[in-house]
């Protein structure tokens, strides 16, 4: 378990840049909990993930404007998702980028339809950042502040291991019942 730890405190900033260009909820959680537990420095991790969450959004932005034909030949089989995107897109306006960063399935699909539309770079990049930042400091400060909870369910789940596959069954399931209702075609 130490050297997990020593693992996680010598290339967990890398990992964590990694994992926060498509999303990193859970990474950007762990990174709060290690902090909490002195593994990892607090401001370090919260920048390393608002960074490079920013510049993933940014990316798929870029990619959806200059490489549209590319990117809508790879989502062909989530076109229900894309407009999905785009119907929360014309329904909340400009806080569909503040929201997307807090629900899973469309995380990557906003900035991409947004990116195919005529919007403006200048302003997706500065709300985005923003947006970068709130979700940064939600998630990275508020795991950093329930630590000591977070850390009593680690321990529940280590004393009775069949708990973890049953929650992520549960949490799949919803995520999926979600999306399979919001994408469902409407006679």
Do not use: C
Request: charged fraction near 15%; charge should be positive.
């Amino acid at each position: 378990m130490e050297d997990m730890f020593s693992n996680l405190t010598t290339y967990g900033y890398i990992a964590l840049f990694l994992y926060s260009l498509g999303g990193g909820f859970v990474g950007l959680m762990a990174a709060g909990v290690l902090s909490y537990m002195g593994k990892m420095d607090l401001a370090t991790a919260l920048a390393v993930a608002m960074v490079s969450n920013f510049l993933g959004d940014t990316l798929l932005f870029y990619m959806a404007r200059y490489h549209k034909k590319e990117v809508l030949n790879y989502f062909h089989k989530h076109r229900r998702k894309l407009a999905l995107s785009h119907m929360l897109m014309k329904k909340h306006g400009s806080w569909i980028i503040f929201m997307q960063k807090f629900v899973y399935g469309i995380k990557t699909l906003i900035p991409l339809a947004i990116g195919i539309t005529k919007y403006d770079f200048t302003r997706f990049s500065v709300l985005n950042f923003f947006a970068a930042l709130l979700w940064t400091l939600v998630v990275g400060l508020g795991s950093y502040l329930a630590g000591k909870p977070i850390m009593g369910v680690y321990e529940a789940i280590v004393e009775r291991p069949y708990i973890a596959p049953l929650i992520i069954v549960v949490l799949g399931g919803l995520i999926w019942f979600y999306l399979s209702r919001a994408t469902k075609k409407r006679v």
